[in-house]
């Protein structure tokens, strides 16, 4: 089915360490994958995004992880910040031509001092 | 570069009532998206509009609909509001066949 979960909730993370948010998806056909950041009062916003040709993707502080073989999706942050603290999505497209993106329920990252 | 802007930022309404909720892209975007976002869940899908015709469409019914000018703004209207629509109605442009999207704001929908 065309669905995307996150296994946890909510996460706590302790100020500049990494933190890994987890994500499975589905559908086996989906071709494209995004995290997006959610802050309060705002609309998601871009993070990074990968397609389902590659493994691993690397950009400033982030890097997105995506394992095909058990629909796996994850997202690293590197040395965490109170600015990190938000709710993270990820998110898919589920084939070229399809724009329509399908979110998952959300991990919401609360930053420890 | 204002982004994506979406008026009015909060909304509130009772049930029956009809609401029209506007859109406009980022600048040299033509498409737009609309999604809407329920308390503690993820955006769902509604409809995609791209030169002022519906695109795409989500599991929404049909007194959900939209409409997009010619300077690629759109409107998202509601008909027969029930509580259950009470949520974010987020706005999202991108250009055609790609996949990265640019969110507004939203509005926030609250029906009594």
């Known amino acids: 089915g065309e669905s995307v979960g996150l296994h946890l909730p909510t996460l706590s993370v302790q100020e500049g360490d990494n933190s890994i948010i987890n994500c499975a998806y589905s559908?086996?056909?989906?071709?494209?994958f995004i995290w997006y950041k959610q802050e309060s009062g705002k609309g998601p916003q871009f993070i990074i995004d990968i397609r389902s040709n590659m493994d691993k993707r690397q950009g400033q502080r982030v890097t997105v992880l995506l394992n095909k073989t058990v629909k796996h999706l994850s997202l690293q942050i590197a040395a965490t910040q109170p600015g990190d603290s938000a709710v993270y999505f990820c998110a898919e497209n589920i084939a070229r031509g399809d724009d329509k993106i399908i979110f998952g329920k959300g991990t919401r990252l609360h930053i420890l001092p | 570069d204002a982004g994506v802007t979406q008026s009015p930022t909060h909304l509130i309404k009772t049930r029956g009532q009809q609401v029209t909720l506007r859109c406009s892209p980022k600048?040299?975007?033509?498409?737009v998206s609309w999604y809407q976002q329920a308390l503690g869940q993820g955006p769902q899908f509604i409809f995609q509009?791209?030169?002022?015709?519906?695109?795409q469409r989500g599991n929404f019914p049909d007194r959900f609909s939209g409409h997009q000018f010619p300077n690629y703004s759109s409107e998202l209207n509601v008909n027969a509001l029930l509580l259950g629509d009470s949520a974010l109605y987020l706005c999202?442009?991108?250009?055609?066949?790609?996949?990265?999207?640019?969110f507004g704001q939203g509005t926030r929908l609250t029906v009594v």
């Open positions: 600048s040299g975007h033509d498409t």
């Open positions: 999202a442009s991108s250009l055609p066949g790609n996949t990265e999207a640019f």
């Open positions: 559908n086996s056909a989906s071709d494209y």
């Open positions: 509009y791209y030169e002022e015709e519906e695109r």
